[in-house]
């Protein structure tokens, strides 16, 4: 990988692999224990220890099959360790759909682009209640001690287990929900997510199984494009981190409302088609909903393509495709970030103003703001007139006559986008 495609974390973690003969210490012990000390000499440890997800690790640990999981308050242990786990996509399970209560004033539930504020609101709309159909009572959050325990974990290289002692180690629960039969620990992301690290279920398990007598139930809870999604686990021996499974999935939806063609109709009669844009190339992002996860993330505020890389499910390939298919859009812009050298990006007007409607109109207007595109508002034509969303080929040659002074090459990797979107389009019509 070349030195301007790589991280701050790839960099430092680099360094202190070549300094501290970090490879060769693992490859004869198995395993290498570092000080949040001594990460800090090239790195704060807060930034360069915690991944939420496989694509953040440093590209040294990719390369070696690594993960390094924290023991104490100021001591990491790095490994061939079986860390994540793979999440599942269910289009199959339709969300439940939830009545907003009128009273409430204080949630703006067409604006929920925190962990908190999701938790909020799926709390005081009884969505937490009716996982269990069981009364929850908001009991805990934020950081706190692990105690001590210790656990076995899964060797990615040889397949057989390590034992890790753990001290005292800082966990985080984003909320803790209290039943008269049950606790549930939930942690909880804005956006889908591929995989996420057990860790943030597992070490509040263990802490949390040793202080109460109920069961302690671990929950996943993912916010994209307005659902909830709640992935309830279970972990089958307490000792082992990898023995975590799938018990239940359920998601929910509040103060929906569909979709229809005529609403889609309406937009389409209205369209009028905008010049292509010079300044940006043309996308090449095939999930229109981490589209879509991308304009949450920037809700709140502006991010660096390093912030959106290392604290969210992006890899930097993905995140320059990702923030070039939204600024094409004209949903986000870049600007000079805190120093000349860094680049952030933000919603733009049209961006701010879009996150803020309800569910149907937010959708509605991004269906527009798509088929305003020479090239989307053909395919959809084309599909309009078959019933069917065209063939790959057909929709290349639509792309030729648009003259994007786009390669052949260039047009077929960028058609599987224009198919990808259009099918995200078709999609939202009940």
């Not at 844009?277 to 809700?299: C, G, K, M, T, Y």
């Amino acid at each position: 990988m070349s030195d301007n495609k790589k991280t701050k974390n790839d960099r430092a973690w680099e360094k202190i692999f070549e300094q501290d003969k970090i490879l060769q210490t693992i490859e004869k012990y198995g395993f290498y224990e570092i000080s949040s000390e001594r990460i800090n000499q090239e790195r704060e440890s807060r930034l360069m220890a915690k991944f939420d997800h496989r694509v953040n690790l440093p590209d040294i640990f990719k390369q070696h099959h690594l993960s390094i999981l924290p023991t104490s308050r100021n001591q990491y242990i790095i490994g061939y360790f079986e860390t994540y786990l793979q999440v599942q996509d269910n289009d199959e399970i339709q969300p439940d759909l939830i009545d907003f209560l009128p009273w409430i004033e204080s949630i703006d539930y067409t604006n929920l682009y925190s962990e908190s504020a999701v938790l909020n609101c799926a709390f005081n709309t009884g969505i937490i209640a009716r996982l269990f159909n069981e009364e929850m009572l908001y009991t805990v959050s934020g950081r706190m001690s692990t105690d001590r325990f210790k656990f076995q974990i899964k060797n990615v290289k040889e397949k057989n287990h390590y034992w890790i002692n753990v001290a005292n180690s800082q966990c985080e629960i984003d909320a803790g929900f209290e039943g008269e039969s049950k606790f549930l620990i939930i942690e909880a992301k804005i956006g889908k997510v591929q995989d996420f690290i057990i860790r943030q279920l597992y070490y509040p398990y263990r802490l949390w199984s040793s202080k109460i007598s109920k069961p302690v139930i671990p929950i996943l809870l993912t916010y994209s494009n307005d659902v909830f999604d709640f992935c309830i686990y279970e972990f089958e021996n307490d000792l082992n981190y990898n023995s975590i499974g799938l018990c239940d999935r359920q998601k929910y939806r509040i103060g929906y409302e569909e979709i229809s063609r005529d609403d889609v109709s309406d937009v389409w009669n209205k369209i009028t088609v905008v010049p292509e844009p010079e300044s940006f190339p043309f996308p090449q992002a095939n999930n229109f909903a981490r589209v879509i996860d991308l304009l949450s993330l920037l809700v709140e505020k502006s991010l660096s393509k390093e912030e959106i890389t290392a604290n969210y499910q992006f890899d930097l390939r993905q995140t320059q495709y990702y923030t070039d298919a939204a600024r094409y859009l004209g949903l986000i812009d870049k600007s000079s970030g805190r120093s000349n050298s860094e680049i952030t990006f933000n919603l733009t007007s049209l961006g701010k103003s879009l996150m803020k409607k309800r569910h149907k109109y937010k959708i509605l207007k991004l269906i527009q703001t798509i088929l305003e595109h020479q090239v989307f508002y053909r395919v959809f034509s084309e599909t309009l007139r078959i019933g069917e969303i065209p063939p790959q080929k057909e929709i290349e040659k639509l792309m030729i006559s648009c003259n994007l002074g786009l390669n052949k090459t260039t047009i077929s990797r960028r058609a599987s986008t224009v198919k990808s979107w259009i099918e995200w389009i078709w999609s939202q019509i009940e």
